[in-house]
């Protein structure tokens, strides 16, 4: 970021020069980020000003000014729902005209963004282009977050690139260098974010190839090697993504030089999570560990949010699930969920705000435009009464009639128009609430999923460690063991419902190829073959038959691993989900020794057998057990 270029005692030598009224206006035209050492040697001077104006004026302009001011120290304190409170209070009593108006909504949707409320945040940035044509001439405003950016924040990433296009093909100077290069590295992370590696590399390199022939002033040379370090990180992050960690590294390196030497902690945070991320992949964790102490020291920098918090307990997390200390891998993954469940002050801020704040703007900008109307035509009428004074008495009283109406008439309809309007407003919030309102009991259910598929892995992790120290128990570890893989396969169907859009159902093909996978890695037995021939990938399973049918191929597969083979070196299991009319038919098949005929009959059934029994019962399926050169579980489950 650039350093402020404010010269502070010419600004304080100004200040005191002038009159109050322009006192108050130098200040709230200044950006406070670079004023924000001045403002403890004026602050005296401008709250005596403030009170003389509240107690012996009514001036709106001077009142406007002051909350202005207010809502930037509030903004500069992150304290963004005070700020939003002090703009809305502004735009509805003290703003006077469209220029008022649109500095309070460009504030507004910079306060909106930062405590995530983008549904409002859109909101007022329709309400900004909707009066922009109206604004003065002379107003030289930045007008913040493009729409583009906010799809993006909405998670519409397909419309924030096509948004970012027509922005930049709207654009007036084509060959501003910046804008293209901003172009290029924002449409490459719209990519990353849809998984797209190959379009988003392209993007970044187009970037990198303008910035590295561009020539750079010497008062923007911290500005542009952040901007590099910046196309670096997120060049970094889509070979992350797409599993090329080695190439990764160096750019990610890049990010971290580039946003520590210009003061951007919470760019260099992220790029220090996502470096050891890359270390803890590579199983370098001794380099990792390096990153994450790094990033330890950046936590309490000045702009690094809660949620850099928060990743940095699950980075820790998965570091010590890497070097197998699991005791602390679990203490960390509690403290991810504290911490997480304490954080609610901005989803308290964005409660309040939703409740309170009104945009009130479009009435008051037709009140305004009334009013404007009314003095231009009273101003016509002076000048045909100067330029025709001898017109007849009789003739200007009728031409004062007709124009009385027709401002009556102006009146009426532009009445009954904001009437409408006030109504259409009130439909659209009050389906935005509806829908806002389903978007959060869908994440809710989500976040229930994940909590669930959590709190079991931090089970297993239990079980793991209880494992870990019985060690002159076989029978023991085994038992638990057994009981840990039926957690997991509890916990991949809760993994499944909150990674899918369908909270309900899982997918039975994906479902039972990934909990084949998940058994065969928790096996030690390395010689033998597992196969999967799963032909009905699209159909789909509720949560209610897929949690006992997980466990009753866990116990089916076990049990194969376990007895199939004690004197084959090269066995082989199939796993096979066939359709066929009304019913799915699942096969699970080993060339093994087979079971002994006496395991499954009803008086000498085993414990595993009688709960293959109980689960294939729970499913209502039909089971059918072939014994013959090896064995073969048949499961027909009605669709």
């Not at 924002?186 to 187009?206: E, H, P």
């Not at 087979?594 to 293959?612: D, F």
């Amino acid at each position: 970021m650039c350093k402020a270029q404010i010269n502070e005692q010419q600004f304080i030598k100004e200040f005191n020069s002038s009159n109050y009224k322009n006192k108050v206006r130098l200040v709230a035209n200044a950006n406070f980020n670079e004023i924000n050492t001045i403002y403890p040697k004026i602050k005296d001077s401008l709250q005596i000003i403030k009170k003389l104006i509240y107690n012996n004026t009514e001036s709106k302009e001077a009142k406007f000014l002051f909350d202005k001011i207010e809502a930037d120290i509030e903004m500069y304190n992150s304290h963004y729902a005070k700020a939003i409170f002090i703009l809305e209070n502004s735009l509805n009593s003290h703003a006077q005209n469209v220029n008022d108006s649109l500095k309070c909504l460009v504030l507004l949707k910079i306060s909106l963004i930062k405590i995530q409320d983008y549904i409002k945040a859109f909101e007022a940035n329709r309400l900004i282009e909707k009066i922009i044509p109206r604004k003065s001439s002379d107003l030289k405003l930045n007008f913040g977050e493009p729409k583009s950016t906010l799809y993006n924040l909405l998670g519409l990433t397909n419309e924030a690139i096509q948004w970012r296009r027509n922005e930049f093909n709207q654009q007036t100077n084509k060959s501003d260098t910046t804008a293209t290069i901003n172009y290029y590295n924002d449409i490459g992370v719209f990519y990353n974010r849809l998984k797209n590696v190959d379009s988003a590399q392209f993007y970044f390199l187009k970037a990198k190839t303008l910035l590295n022939i561009k020539k750079i002033p010497a008062n923007k040379v911290i500005y542009f090697t952040f901007f590099k370090a910046l196309v670096d990180g997120n060049l970094g992050n889509s070979y992350f993504i797409s599993g090329e960690i080695r190439a990764a590294i160096p750019y990610i390196k890049n990010d971290i030089y580039g946003s520590l030497l210009s003061d951007n902690f919470e760019s260099a945070a992220n790029a220090y999570q996502l470096l050891s991320q890359c270390y803890i992949k590579l199983n370098e964790p001794k380099i990792a560990k390096q990153y994450i102490d790094s990033l330890s020291g950046l936590l309490n920098k000045k702009g690094v949010g809660s949620k850099s918090t928060l990743d940095y307990m699950l980075l820790k997390a998965d570091y010590y699930n890497l070097i197998s200390d699991y005791k602390k891998a679990s203490e960390n993954y509690f403290l991810f969920i504290k911490i997480k469940d304490s954080i609610s002050i901005t989803e308290k801020e964005r409660q309040l705000v939703n409740e309170e704040v009104a945009f009130n703007v479009e009435q008051k900008e037709i009140e305004i435009l009334e009013k404007n109307k009314v003095l231009e035509l009273n101003r016509l009428n002076n000048a045909k009464q100067k330029t025709f004074k001898a017109y007849l008495l009789t003739g200007i009283l009728l031409l004062v009639t007709i124009i009385i109406f027709l401002v009556l008439n102006n009146r009426f309809v532009k009445k009954r128009e904001a009437e409408l309007e006030i109504k259409n407003i009130k439909i659209n919030n009050q389906n935005t609430l509806i829908e806002q309102s389903l978007k959060e009991k869908e994440l809710l259910i989500k976040e229930i999923h994940h909590r669930v598929k959590n709190n079991l892995q931090i089970i297993t992790s239990m079980l793991s460690l209880q494992i870990g120290k019985i060690s002159n128990n076989e029978k023991t570890q085994a038992i638990l063991r057994e009981a840990q893989q039926r957690i997991s396969a509890i916990a991949l169907t809760h993994q499944m419902l909150y990674q899918k859009d369908n909270l309900s159902h899982v997918f039975l093909g994906e479902y039972i190829e990934k909990l084949v996978r998940q058994i065969e890695n928790t096996m030690p037995n390395s010689t033998i073959k597992l196969m999967t021939n799963i032909e009905c990938n699209q159909k789909k399973v509720s949560i209610d038959n897929a949690v006992p049918l997980g466990l009753l191929i866990n116990e089916v597969l076990t049990n194969a691993y376990k007895h199939a083979f004690p004197n084959i070196e090269n066995g082989e299991i199939i796993v096979s989900l066939t359709e066929q009319n009304l019913n799915f038919k699942l096969t699970i098949y080993d060339n093994g020794v087979g079971i002994p005929t006496k395991i499954t009959e009803a008086e000498n059934v085993s414990m595993g057998m009688e709960l293959i029994y109980i689960l294939a019962q729970q499913l209502d399926a039909n089971l059918i057990i072939e014994n013959n050169n090896g064995t073969k579980f048949i499961l027909e489950i009605k669709k």
